[in-house]
């Protein structure tokens, strides 16, 4: 094999291994601008003032088991796991969320690679929601705290 069809070999296999590898998502950012990050013991501390906790996983998630008190609004997305995902291509009913706008509200999913509390949460500040709380750690931190589930 001359130099010329090694090279093209080569670059081959590597194209074949990169389009076989897995797919991994993105995790979700750290921040969320004009959102307020919060952990379990925050999200708790909110429950019991009255906030509304939505859980955005599909229903089945929500039935298996789910924060004591949250609401399920299903966050369906079709758009791309980024923060410049187009919310034009999912679905969330913003009509299921507290008439007042000024009202505090979490969104949680299953943290990690789940973008759908941060997108949820992006959409509802810019349907004009003011206390959007971001609950990144979601399921798996609530669970890890030992706080109570239904």
Same mark, same amino acid.
């Given at each position: 094999? $001359?130099?010329?069809?090694?090279?093209? #070999?080569?670059?081959?296999?590597?194209?074949?291994?990169?389009?076989? /590898? +897995? @797919?991994?998502? /993105? =995790?979700? +950012?750290?921040?969320? &601008?004009? /959102?307020?990050?919060?952990?379990?013991?925050?999200?708790? !501390?909110?429950?019991?003032?009255?906030?509304?906790?939505?859980?955005?996983? @599909? %229903?089945?998630?929500?039935?298996? !088991?789910?924060? &004591?008190? %949250?609401? $399920?609004?299903?966050? &369906? =997305?079709?758009?791309?796991? *980024?923060?410049? #995902? *187009?919310?034009?291509? *999912?679905?969330? *009913?913003?009509? &299921?969320? +507290? /008439?007042?706008?000024?009202? +505090?509200?979490? #969104?949680?999913? $299953?943290?990690? =690679?789940?973008?759908?509390?941060? !997108?949820?949460?992006?959409?509802?500040?810019?349907?004009?929601?003011?206390?959007?709380?971001? #609950?990144?750690?979601?399921?798996?931190?609530?669970? !890890?705290?030992?706080?109570?589930?239904?």
């Amino acid at each position: 094999m $001359n130099k010329r069809n090694s090279i093209k #070999f080569l670059s081959a296999i590597g194209l074949c291994m990169a389009l076989s /590898a +897995p @797919v991994f998502a /993105a =995790e979700t +950012p750290t921040t969320l &601008k004009g /959102a307020t990050l919060v952990s379990a013991a925050e999200v708790s !501390k909110l429950l019991s003032s009255g906030a509304a906790v939505i859980d955005t996983r @599909v %229903a089945a998630e929500f039935a298996e !088991k789910t924060i &004591k008190g %949250a609401k $399920n609004v299903t966050y &369906k =997305e079709k758009s791309t796991k *980024d923060i410049n #995902f *187009d919310a034009a291509q *999912d679905q969330f *009913d913003l009509s &299921k969320l +507290p /008439a007042d706008k000024a009202a +505090p509200v979490v #969104f949680f999913c $299953n943290a990690g =690679e789940c973008w759908k509390s941060y !997108k949820a949460s992006v959409v509802a500040m810019k349907a004009g929601f003011t206390k959007v709380n971001w #609950f990144r750690g979601g399921m798996p931190e609530w669970q !890890k705290a030992g706080l109570p589930t239904q």
